[in-house]
């Protein structure tokens, strides 16, 4: 029965052969070392400034560097050796960058755009995306539709069609809005859209439909875990749509018959809505009492976890917490008193609070068994216990610490970023200076 018991949970060798090849994986992690740095200051007469992202192509042949003075750097992370420097990638600070392939990667910045960049010609931008009126922070992508998804300090999270790019851009649409918005991210699989906020909220957009044509008011909201003012969200398809009510379990009155009827339908099938939504204050061990900003948010490469990186109101605090996704939702809308959490917090740990004011960009490993984390001068490897075991296998009936595998120092300010190799036992990370560092076992 035990045997039987692992395998309906989708565990044991006869279900994944690969999870023990990948402890091995992980044991390399622990006698990592680092490799090469690099100071992209000496690679041109301009001042790069701080490294805001770091991102591997899917094949990790490329490691692509986000620069706070308008540039975007590209390496061969094998070899070390500077490949292309982008000295106008943009007007202002280049904050994130996503693959599309192997060959067609994104890029967003203050300046408010978006661009599209090709490997094999990056003399030129594919094309250049205009929709957000404020700093764009995040990228997003779709596989199964093509369909990109950005997000900006504006609020809006606007979805790009992709398969009719020209040089004059994409067809663009506003997806939804809601004031403080931080991070988003999709879930591996594009069932969810999860979005952070300064306001120490998180929203949840369950059954995920970004083709779906949406209305004002659309977002079926099923439950929440508190109640919030009504200065705080808005879920509209546009910045001047109506705002939620005292209740973020408020319906719009103007949604149209057919919204209603697809709600009441959906619920008598025992189904929810597409694109519901969830609202969330998780729990952060030390700031239960006081706010705090979400700034950073992954999510567990399998689509388990998310992982958040939390500062307090006061900024005196930073925390990385784990949050595990909860099965069981209610299939009707539900009063925020007696609603169902859909995250548990796991693991948490306090970080160094150093660098006020700057975004820390924490990352899972591949197979989604460690956490690297932006530490002070240096980085930490985290893993869910001594063994670095699956979180899965090791999820603990009440919140538990975080485990430091390693620790890393090889910066001389302050790490803002760090990102695993999607296909080496390497890592990257980036510091306020402008200096890149890979580490790798000897």
Known sequence: FGWLRERSLGRGLFVDPARDNFRTMTNLYGSIHPADSVYLSTLSTRTHGAVFNLEYSPDGSVLTVACEQTE???????????????SEAHEDCVNNIRFLD?????????????????LRKLNTKVCTLHGHTSWVKNIEYDTNT????????????IIWDTNRCTEDGCPHKKFFHTRFLMRMRLTPDCSKMLISTSSGYLLILHDLDLTKSLEVGSYPILRARRTTSSSDLTTSSSSSGPRVSSSPCHHSDSNSSSEKHLSRASQREGVSPRNSLEVLTPEVPGERDRGNCITSLQLHPKGWATLLRCSSNTDDQEWTCVYEF?????????????????LRLTHYIEEANVGRGYIKE????????????PHGYGIRLLGFDKQ???????????????????????HNDVVLTTKFSPTHC?????????????????
């Not at 093509?146 to 999270?157: A, E, I, K, M, Y």
């Not at 099965?327 to 959490?341: I, K, Y």
């Not at 200076?433 to 076992?441: A, F, I, N």
Request: net charge positive.
């Open 362 to 373: 924490l990352c899972f490993s591949p197979d989604g068994r460690m956490v690297s984390s």
């Open 426 to 442: 390497q890592i990257a990370s980036g510091c306020l200076s402008g200096r890149v560092s890979l580490y790798q076992p000897k």
């Open 102 to 118: 192997n060959r067609l990667f994104a890029t967003c910045s203050d300046d408010t755009t978006i661009a599209l960049w090709d």
């Open 72 to 86: 975007v750097l590209l390496f061969d992370p094998i070899s070390s050796k500077h490949i292309k420097t982008l």
């Open 388 to 410: 670095c075991s699956e979180l899965i296998d090791c999820l603990p009936k009440e919140a538990s610490p975080l485990r430091v595998i390693r620790s890393l120092y090889s």
């Open 326 to 342: 909860q099965e069981g939702a209610p299939v009707r809308p539900v009063s925020p008193r007696c609603s169902l959490r859909s």
């Open 146 to 157: 093509r369909l990109l998804v950005t997000s900006g300090f504006d609020g809006n999270v």
